[in-house]
């Protein structure tokens, strides 16, 4: 895994600094919408670019599935699935909380995930059956075990308004049970926090595989739990997501799943 760690890890860096240096300057970054309420900028397309380009030249025969470009067409075991700036929402805004997300998976697996926030240059990553690491520091999730005790992170169902019962259902009968919430903004940064025990727990409803892919793994191997909304294995397509301690995603599961089937 080192190679691949390494790659991961300049690639991530190398648009990380771009997106640094754009944040100092927001009047420049030139806003697209690409449906209703989700916006692309000139920074996310270039810091991709920067990514799928150092994976090509590492890893020709790899296949790229990005967010702002597509699929690649090289066809192998290989995949990398990219989100160049998970956050846009918060960069546009001014709000320091956005992230670059990386996995790589094998035959569908998951084998790599690398999270690296620029601002606060934490860099979160997991290889399967290596464990989790924030920079060099192993990390863990969370102990906690009662859900009075537990301090969750949640994202809003916005792009899919059919969504919005169900969640407002959830919501309610999760916040008064729990410590309290948060909405942050970044689905990446999300999953890594759950892995390294900041968050006991994060759900969102509708994600697409480069929000999630490299956090599962970072959670997984943190010693932690991923699944959907009905308990099923996280799909390389849009998903629902629900991360946790071993402990609470039981419980979660239970809370969660039934208003959404
Ligand atoms: C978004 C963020 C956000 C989540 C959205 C995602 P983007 O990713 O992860 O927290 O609520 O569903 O689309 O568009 O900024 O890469
Ligand atoms: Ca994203
Ligand atoms: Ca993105």
Known sequence: MEPIFKIAWRAAHEAGDLIKRNFQNLQNIDIQSKGKNDFVTRVD???????????????PDHQ????????????G???WVVDPLDGTTNFIQGIPHFAVALALMKNEQVIFGLIYDPLLRECFHAASGQGAFLNDAPIVVSAIKQMGSAFGATGFPFKAPHLLTPYTDVFKILLPQCQDLRRCGSAALDLAYVACGRYDFFWES???PWDFMAGKLIVEEAGGTTSDFSGKE????TSSVL???????????DLIGPHFN
Do not use: D, M, W
Not at 46 to 57: L, M
Not at 243 to 253: G, W
């Open 45 to 59: 397309r270039e810091a991709e670019g920067i990514i799928t380009k150092v994976i090509a030249s590492n890893f």
């Open 243 to 253: 991360a946790a301690n071993r402990c609470l995603h039981p419980t979660l599961l």
């Open 77 to 79: 075991e290989y995949l």
């Open 206 to 208: 509708h994600l697409l």
């Open 64 to 75: 790229v599935l990005a967010e702002e470009g597509g699929l690649s067409t090289q066809k």
């Open 234 to 237: 996280l799909p390389v397509q």
